[in-house]
C-alpha cells in the first residue's frame, strides 16, 4: 500500500482504470490488465501514459464513453429522429447525429448512376449526373436545417411537457456546412424562359417526395447539395443530391434530388396542401409557410439535468432565424421580468444556429429561465400566448414561442412553460 | 408529357395564383437583370429578408464565366416525358384511364384498408374522411375536409401509394380509388367516374380555405 500510496493511486483506482481500458480495446484481455496492474505507475503519470495508445485506422470512432445518439419515437415504422441538442457543443450537428425526416425511407442510390432532370419552362430539357454537378463552380454555406414540425410539443394548452428535452421537443434542427452548386448556376445551361414562377423539386425515393418552391428563392440563394460536413452528404440526408433552401422549412428542401421542372404555378402536391400549411384559429390555412422565423432554445441546464449546488453556471443554447442574421439574444432568469442580453458567440452566420451563453449565479431559490431571440428584421421570438392570440391554438407548425426551464430549489430542472401559461 | 386535360385552367386557386404572380413580377425582374454572367447573388433581396445574405454565400461567377459552361445533356423528349409525371391542379399531367366508386372500393379493400382502416377513418394511418369542422386538429384533417384539391390525390397517389409497393397501381385503378375515397368523403355521388376531364372538375369542400403566408418578419407576430 506504501508504495500505492507513494505514487498516488490506489489499487482500486487502478482497476477501475484498467476496465476503463479493457473497454476502450486497448488491452486485450483480463490478462494484460492483471500484468499492467503489476507495475507501479510512478507519481505524476498517467495510467494511460503506461502503455503505448492505439494506433491510427482508417475512420475514426467516438471517445466509448461519449454516446450521442437521435432519438427515435417509440413507434417501430417511425420516420423522424431527432438531434441530441444538450450533448452537443459549437453550432455543427455531426453529420450521423442530423435530424431525420423521412417520407418513404431511405433509398439506396448510386451515386454514380444518379440523374438529375431539368424541365419544363426551359430553352433545353437537360439531365446532369453528378460529376457534371460537381463539375460547376460550388460554394459552401453553414445553415441551419428545421422541421416546421419542430417544438410542436409544447403548444398545446392542455398538454404541456414538463420532463421533456430539448432533443425530445427541438430536436427536429441541425445545423450543417453544405458544399454544393448554386441552382441558379444550373439553370443558366438550361435557359429559363420568361413567365417562370415557380420549380416542382421531386426526390427519388418511395414516396417521390415533392414540393414546389418559388423561382424567386431558387435564384436567390438555392444549392443542389452534394456534401455536409466535409464529405458526401449522408444517405439519410438526401445522398447523393438534395436541394438546400438556407432558411426555409425543412421539407421543402427536397431530398434525394431527382427532377427539377421549371413551371408557372405550384404544383399543389400532398405537402404543400395537407401537409405543411398551418390551420389558424379564423378557419383559413396558411399555405407555402416557408421561412422559419426567429427562435432559441436553452439547451443547458435543461430536464433531466439537475443543478448539483447554487453558484456560477452558464446558461446556454441555440438561436437561429430564417430570414437572415440573429441580433441579439436575450435571457431571463426571473420568469420574463426581465431580461439581459446574452453573449453571442460568433460566428453569426445568416440563416444559420448561433450558440449563445449568459453566465448565472443561481442562488439556490426556484427559477424560470426563459431565452429570446431577435432577428435583423426586428423581429422579436414571440410568447406561446402571442401565437395562439395570433393563429390560435389549434394551429400547427412553426412552433417558434419562447421556451421556459424551471429549475427547483433542489436543482432539478424540468420544462417549466406551463408555469407560464 | 402526358396529355393534358382538355379544358386547361390557369386559374389555380385565389391563394396560389395570387402568390404566382407577385413571386412571377419579382423572378421576371430578376432573370432580365440578370443577364449572361449574372448569378443568384446579384438578384434583388426576397420577401424573406434574404437579401443580406446572398453576398455571404454566394461567390459571384467571374465575368468571364461563359453563359452556358457544357456540362450535362440535352435530355430526350422520351425521358422527359417518362419522368414528367405529377399532375398539376388544372388536370395537366393527368394520363389517360378511367376509374368508378365501386371499382375504387374493391381497389382499396385489396390495397388500402390495411393501413386507413374499412372506412377511412380508423388509421392506423392517415385518417382519410371527414366533415368534421376544421377546429378539431389535427385527428380530423382528412380529404374531405382539408385537402383543397383533388388532383393532388392523383399526384399523390400515383407517386407514394400504396405504401409498400409505391407504383404499382394503374391509372384506372387510381382514378377509382380516388373516385371512392371522394365518395367515402361525400364529395362525389355514388356514379361518379374520375378520369382526366372530371378529376380537375372536382370542387373540394376546403378550396377557398387556404391563404397565402403573411409573415415577413418584423414587429408583428403573425
Known sequence: MASNERSGLTRRAWLATTSGVIAAGVLKTQADAVKLMAQEAPAGRAASSMIPGRLVSEVGRRAPAERPRRLLRAEALSSSSRTPLQDLYGIITPADLHFERHHGGIPDIVAEAHELLIHGLVDRPMVFRMADLKRYPAVSRICF?????????????????????????????????????????????????????????????????????????????????????????RPEQGYPLRLLLPGWEGNTQVKWLRRIEITDRPTMTRDETSK?????????????????????????????????????????????????????????????????????????????????????????????????????????QPTVQQLWEARGERTSYHHNHQRAWKVAADGAVTFGLGDLV | MRPAAPARSREVGRTGLAFSLAVCALAVCALAACGPAGNGGSMAAGGDGAGASSAYTFVPLPADAPARFGFGAQAPDARVAAWDVDVKPDGEGLPPGSGTVAD???????????????????????????????????????????????????????????????????????????????????????????????????????????????????????
Not at chain 1, 343 to 369: N, S, Y
Not at chain 2, 135 to 161: C, H, I
Open chain 1, 145 to 233: 436545417v428545421e422541421c416546421s414540425g419542430n417544438g410542436g410539443g409544447a403548444y398545446n394548452r392542455d398538454r404541456m411537457p414538463t420532463e421533456i428535452t430539448p432533443q425530445a421537443l427541438d430536436g427536429l434542427l441541425s445545423t450543417s456546412e453544405w458544399v454544393g452548386v448554386p441552382v441558379s448556376t444550373v439553370l443558366r445551361e438550361v435557359g429559363v424562359r420568361r413567365g417562370a414562377s415557380w420549380v416542382l423539386a421531386e426526390g427519388g425515393d418511395s414516396a417521390m417526395m415533392s414540393r414546389s418552391v418559388p423561382l424567386e428563392k431558387i435564384m436567390d440563394d438555392a444549392l443542389l447539395a452534394y456534401a455536409q460536413n466535409g464529405e458526401a452528404i
Open chain 1, 276 to 380: 405543411y400549411t398551418d390551420p389558424l384559429g379564423d378557419g383559413t390555412a396558411r399555405q407555402f409557410s416557408f421561412v422559419m422565423d426567429a427562435k432559441s432554445v436553452i439547451t443547458f441546464p435543461s430536464y433531466p439535468y439537475a443543478l448539483p449546488d447554487r453558484g456560477w453556471w452558464e446558461i446556454k443554447g441555440l438561436a437561429w432565424t430564417g430570414r437572415g442574421r440573429v441580433t441579439r439574444v436575450e435571457v431571463s432568469t426571473d420568469a420574463g421580468r426581465s431580461w439581459v442580453d446574452a453573449e453571442m458567440q460568433p460566428p453569426v452566420l445568416p440563416k444559420c444556429t448561433v450558440r449563445f451563453r449568459h453566465l448565472w449565479e443561481w442562488d439556490g431559490r426556484e427559477a424560470v429561465i426563459l431565452s429570446r431571440a431577435t432577428d435583423e428584421t426586428g423581429y422579436l
Open chain 2, 104 to 222: 375504387g372500393e374493391r381497389v382499396y379493400m385489396t390495397q388500402c384498408v390495411a393501413c386507413h382502416g374499412p372506412t377511412g377513418t380508423e388509421g392506423p394511418n392517415d385518417r382519410l374522411v371527414s366533415d368534421a369542422p376544421w377546429d378539431q386538429w389535427p385527428e380530423e384533417r382528412a380529404v374531405g375536409n382539408y385537402w383543397p384539391y383533388a388532383t393532388t390525390l392523383f399526384d399523390y397517389v400515383s407517386k407514394a401509394m400504396p405504401q409498400l409497393t409505391p407504383g404499382t397501381l394503374s391509372a384506372s385503378e387510381t382514378y377509382a380509388v380516388i373516385a371512392y375515397i371522394l365518395h367515402l368523403n361525400g364529395v362525389l355521388p355514388e356514379d361518379a367516374v374520375m378520369d382526366a376531364e372530371t378529376l380537375p372538375a372536382v370542387r373540394m369542400p376546403a378550396r377557398d380555405r387556404f391563404v397565402v403566408d403573411d409573415r415577413s418578419g418584423g414587429g408583428e407576430v403573425r
